[in-house]
């Protein structure tokens, strides 16, 4: 038999994963006190095997959703420092073999013939 307990951290799992999924990333900050409560309260609770395979899943699944944000979050700042870098200037090898970097922005004042 389901706890209330249980039945109210099971909630709380599936707001966490709507809010991963949705980017809310403050609002996990928030959550976290409150999923600590429930841990604890779950923990004096008596639960079947069911119960705590089903804990089990949807904890693993909130897991891998962090796990693939946070990935993705690594994937952008390096797609952003690649910009970064080009923007800075375009590398490539002169003449006597040496890397040389030429830059790609236009100066703000151009003379004209």
């Known amino acids: 038999m389901s706890s ?15 809010a991963i999924r949705k980017a809310g990333f403050a609002r996990l900050d928030e959550m976290a006190g409150k999923k600590e409560d429930l841990f604890l309260q779950v923990a004096q609770a008596t639960l079947s095997n069911a119960e705590l395979s089903r ?45 040389a970097t030429y830059p790609t922005t236009k100066p703000d004042i151009e003379k004209k013939a």
């Open 4 to 18: 209330a307990a249980y039945n109210a951290l099971m909630t709380h799992l599936s707001q966490e994963r709507e």
């Open 55 to 99: 804990l089990k899943q949807a904890i693993d699944r909130n897991q891998s959703l962090l796990a693939a944000a946070i990935a993705g979050v690594h994937a952008a700042q390096t797609r952003l420092a690649a910009l970064d870098h080009v923007r800075a200037g375009l590398s490539v090898y002169d003449q006597s073999g040496q890397m």
